[in-house]
Structures are given as C-alpha cells and as structure tokens.
C-alpha cells in the first residue's frame, strides 16, 4: 500500500523520443523478468505519461527503452475523439499470432511525430498473444481502432513508424488541417 501510495507520487512524465532519435529505429529486446521491480516502475510511468500525453498508446523504445513493452489505452478525447473506452492495457513481449487479410486505411498519429497525421492501411482483426504486467499469458482478438493501435505499437518495437506504412506522400497531412476536414466526419479517427 505505502510503496503504491509512494509510487504514485514519484512517478514523473517521461521525456518523449521523437523521430529522428535513432533510438526509434531500433529491434527492441524481449524482457525475462516481468517481475523486475524496474519492469513495473517502467510500466507505470509509461501509464502516466501516457496520460499526461492524451495518446492512445505508447511503447518503451518511444521513451528511451528498448524493451518489448507497449502500452494500448484506448479512450476518446481530443486527438481521438471516436476511440472506444478501454483500461489502459500493459503488454509485454507482444506478437501477432494471426490475422485476417483484409485491411482497411484509418487516420494515425505519434507522439513522436508532431504535427502530422497519416492514413495507414491495417488488418483490420487481429489475434495476439501479451504476457500482462501480472505475469499471465494472454491471447486476445483485437479488431478496428484498438488493432489498429496494436499494430502501430508493435511496429515501434520493430524501430518502424507509421510514415513507413503510408502508401503515397499524399496520404500525410498536416494535424491542422486533420482537424479542419476530419471534425466531423465520425469514420475518421
Ligand atoms: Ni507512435
């Protein structure tokens, strides 16, 4: 109770790499230890920066660590204003066991990218495989926003942004005017 109560109170918002830092194109190292009392400040520091940030997702190479550790907090708010509400989800050595071969384009930022928005083709459904901040195994089916927010996590770990996804140069747009064209329109996200 006290080390959470003290846990809380020192846990600091994280420094943000942003694209550029070669740190962002690097393989991040799977973690042995989830128990690591390291792995679990980690966690919950992302978890605050991640809120502090109003971002929908987070991993560990984004802040400096170049672990197989991701963070998915799906949740509507101003950048994501149609994101279904989740409990912000710790994941640990993800991988993608299956997916469908359909894909669809959708609308993604980065909190290492500013100021730019993409429209990046996705599987639309996903089954993966996390082993969570407990220490438990986990197989989940994950479709739309929050797969699509999966995906774009998982490739941080693999040192890919989503830039790297988007079919044409023309499929990027500044985030003003994302927001000018997009406020409306409940597809986009
Ligand atoms: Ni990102």
Not at 45 to 63: C, D, H, K, N, Y
Not at 81 to 96: F, G, K, Q, S
Not at 139 to 155: C, M, N, P, S, T
Request: net charge neutral; hydrophobic share 35%.
């Amino acid at each position: 109770m006290i080390n959470s109560v003290m846990n809380k109170l020192f846990t600091k918002k994280l420094t943000i790499y942003q694209l550029g830092n070669p740190q962002l194109r690097e393989k991040a190292e799977p973690i042995t230890n989830v128990q690591d009392p390291k792995i679990q400040k980690l966690i919950d520091e992302m978890l605050f920066t991640l809120r502090e940030s109003r971002g929908v997702g987070l991993a560990a190479p984004q802040i400096g660590r170049s672990l197989q550790l991701i963070i998915i907090a799906s949740h509507p708010n101003n950048r994501y204003p149609h994101a279904p509400l989740m409990e912000p989800t710790a994941m640990i050595n993800p991988r993608i066991v299956s997916h469908t071969e359909e894909t669809e384009k959708g609308w993604e930022g980065c909190l290492s990218v500013p100021m730019i928005r993409g429209l990046v083709p996705r599987y639309r459904q996903i089954t993966v495989e996390y082993c969570d901040r407990q220490g438990n195994q986990q197989v989940k089916e994950l479709d739309g926003f929050v797969a699509r927010i999966f995906q774009h996590e998982y490739d941080h770990l693999e040192g890919k942004v989503f830039l790297d996804r988007v079919e044409s140069n023309l499929d990027l747009v500044s985030e003003s005017e994302y927001y000018r064209n997009n406020q409306t329109n409940p597809k986009d996200i």
